[in-house]
């Protein structure tokens, strides 16, 4: 068979989480590869249901709540024979409780679950990330206020406390002295959904790889570099730059997926300075909210995926190109707003020509949702600000 070929035409897709950023990306990739797309969002405001890309979109609970599971399957069943996408944290989590109830007809690729439990545990992550000799940070799971004091002593300040789940949002607080620790403790528990780990905090930039596995074989890869983060003091991708080279973190990347035997997409997030030894944060097992970067660049994950779903074969990954991308309504222009020395740039980088956007002048209809999203989210924007500055 040759490359990405096969007799039946591209065929249907279901799409999960139609609210997050990424997902725009996703099914206009998939539409212009000839997919038949569908969304799942809660609602009419998702901005993916708007895009011309989109054949239709079906309404589902949150996916975190009840009823999301049987909604998802009955979606996905209706439109067989079909690929589904999870696209979030909690889509995918109920992917992984459906992996034994799909029907025959309807293709979703998971990791085994083991490796699935592991990259979604960031001790476990840990774990593995130092046996297969990729340096991690000093952490530790603390069940009580004692405990974090203690780590507090020996990991010195800011002290980092996350969620020790990866949650698909940012549950984490910096504690920059130690008056901070008991409003930051209980603030990370209450929004955890597992306990909370203490870690050193790691300086440098953010770094991204990502990669889509077919059986515990790398097909496809690319990386990237967080430029500015929402919230500033750690979150998001709110403008990045693509990374051709940079051996050191493509070999820590790939030692990690391949020890877990991975199969679909994954992004693992490292920091530090490019020279130096860089520390693991954590894997995202999932599509992840910088993707567009990859799209940008030439890297068609969604579309490359689905194609091996449907027992395509591709050609070998051709060089993808460096591109620098900003998300004013996906975090930029909330960076810049709180961070006034950066306003300028950020401006100037949502304005630029040569900077890579997810607006098209041919398919606005998700842009002014996007735009109000963003205006619904100022309360929330300075609560994030105010809760995570350091």
């Given at each position: ?247 050191e973190l493509e070999r820590a990347g790939t030692r990690l997926l391949d020890a877990l035997h991975w199969h679909g997409v994954a992004m693992v997030e490292f920091k530090g300075a490019r020279g130096a030894s860089l520390a693991l944060m954590e894997i995202n097992a999932k599509f992840w909210g910088s993707h567009d970067a990859a799209l940008a660049a030439g890297v068609n994950f969604p579309a490359d995926l689905v194609a091996l779903l449907e027992g395509r074969e591709l050609a070998p990954q051709a060089p993808y190109a460096d591109v620098r991308i900003s998300w004013p309504f996906g975090g930029d222009l909330w960076h810049g707003l709180f961070r006034p020395a950066e306003l300028g740039t950020v401006l100037r ?42």
């Open positions: 068979m040759t490359p990405d070929s096969g007799v039946a035409a591209p065929g249907r897709v279901v799409v999960t989480d139609g609210e997050f950023k990424h997902t725009l990306g996703i099914v206009r990739a998939l539409a212009a590869r000839g997919h038949e797309v569908h969304v799942v969002a809660q609602s009419s405001r998702a901005p993916s249901v708007h895009s011309k890309a989109v054949r239709a979109w079906h309404a589902a609970p949150a996916p975190l709540g009840l009823g999301y599971d049987a909604r998802l399957i009955e979606i996905a069943r209706s439109l067989a024979p079909a690929s589904v996408l999870a696209v979030g944290n909690g889509s995918v989590a109920a992917a992984d409780r459906l992996r034994e109830r799909w029907p025959t007809d309807v293709r979703c690729a998971l990791p085994p679950a083991v490796a699935f439990a592991i990259a979604n545990d960031k001790a476990r992550t840990g774990e593995l990330a130092r046996a297969t000799g990729v340096r991690t940070p000093r952490e530790r799971i603390v069940a009580d206020e004692a405990q974090a004091r203690t780590a507090l002593g020996e990991f010195g300040v800011p002290l980092v406390l996350k969620s020790a789940r990866e949650e698909g949002r940012k549950v984490v607080r910096y504690v920059r002295k130690e008056a901070e620790l008991t409003e930051a403790f209980h603030n990370v528990r209450t929004r955890s959904s597992a306990g909370v780990l203490a870690q050193e905090f790691i300086d440098g930039d953010g770094w991204g790889f990502s990669a889509l596995y077919w059986h515990g074989r790398r097909v496809r890869h690319f990386m990237h570099r967080r430029v500015r983060e929402w919230p500033p003091s750690g979150g998001a991708s709110a403008c990045a730059e693509s990374v051709p080279e940079f051996p980088d949502a304005l630029s020509p040569t900077v890579a956007h997810t607006w098209r002048a041919d398919d606005l209809g998700p842009t002014w949702r996007e735009l109000l999203q963003w205006a619904r989210s100022a309360p929330g924007a300075w609560r994030e600000f105010t809760s995570t500055r350091r």
